[in-house]
């Protein structure tokens, strides 16, 4: 989606043909073979040249797309207006990506929630006729998709009218095709994992705004077509009630975004979570760095998402 301010923008910016997708980790793959398919020119940006060209020797993309060495000042001086940003980086890192963006007139995109700092330079973006997306993943993104079709229907068969309470649940999850004992394989940073755990999730639970400090204690069952996975909240789910335009009829007696792990996830990490209560940055920074290479997702794995909306 392209955040607008309502304020006067420029036409939109033509776009050049040239994707710049920066960074190669775990989550690089399906989406940068399809721009091969179908952007102009395509520059993968890595730490370095020689791991860029590796990274797309991994992906069978060797000639489809230019290797890069990445720092933001190489970016920024072979960037040309109408060019487009594909940001694969951390999130911290996405505002000062999008303020080179914006300075070279080119457009964004990330697949990141929304931050203060990205959203605050979006009147500047608009003012240059710049798209900025965010969230356009599969969580978040998709999602959100489903949840919106969903209110749709519940809309037309109900009446935006109509006295009701509802239950609305986002749940999505990562896990490895063939369980193993740890209920989960690394297939996206580990340390973005555990940090996430770390960070205390808002929801509406039987009515009232609930927050959940360690966001593991309130995980529950989740069944889905007859499976049993484990569920628990994610971040704040709170401000999607206004995103979601719900009718004010309406009255949430749940409503909660999350996360989807398989049953038996909070018993196989019981020690992760003490570590995480100890809340040493140090030793999480290395305790995700053991993980990532005692369950990594290796080549003869299949990684399974699910993904489940439900009104």
Not at 100 to 118: G, L, M, P, Q
Not at 255 to 263: A, K, P
């Amino acid at each position: 989606m392209t955040e607008g301010t309502g304020g006067t923008a420029k036409e939109a910016a033509p776009a050049s043909g040239t994707v710049h997708w920066i960074g190669a980790g775990l989550s690089t793959g399906s989406g940068l073979a399809a721009l091969c398919d179908t952007a102009d020119r395509v520059r993968l940006w890595h730490r370095t040249e020689e791991r860029a060209a590796d990274a797309l020797a991994a992906l069978g993309l060797t000639g489809r797309a230019e290797p890069r060495a990445y720092t933001l000042a190489a970016l920024a001086a072979d960037l040309a207006p109408g060019d487009v940003v594909v940001s694969m980086l951390p999130a911290p890192e996405h505002a000062p990506l999008l303020a080179t963006a914006i300075e070279r007139r080119a457009h964004f995109a990330c697949s990141s929630y929304v931050s203060d700092a990205v959203l605050d330079q979006v009147p500047a973006a608009e003012a240059e006729g710049l798209t900025v997306l965010t969230e356009a993943g599969l969580d978040p993104g998709i999602d959100h998709l489903f949840a919106h079709s969903l209110i749709a229907r519940a809309e037309r068969a109900v009446g935006v009218d109509t006295a009701a309470t509802y239950t609305l649940t986002s749940y999505c999850g990562g896990i490895p095709a063939v369980p193993n004992d740890f209920k989960y394989r690394f297939s996206w940073a580990p340390a973005g994992v555990l940090n996430a755990l770390r960070a205390p999730a808002r929801y509406i639970e039987d009515g009232a705004e609930t927050t959940a400090a360690r966001p593991w204690e309130a995980t529950r069952p989740h069944v889905i077509d007859g499976e049993t996975f484990e569920a628990y909240p994610n971040r704040d789910s709170v401000p999607f009630l206004r995103q979601y335009a719900l009718p004010a009829a309406w009255k949430p007696r749940t409503f909660v975004r999350g996360t989807l792990r398989l049953d038996g996830w909070r018993t196989a990490w019981a020690p992760v979570f003490a570590e995480l209560e100890r809340g040493d940055d140090e030793r999480i920074a290395a305790l995700a760095r053991e993980l990532a290479a005692t369950y990594p997702t290796t080549e003869a794995d299949r990684d399974r998402v699910v993904l489940a909306v439900s009104l």
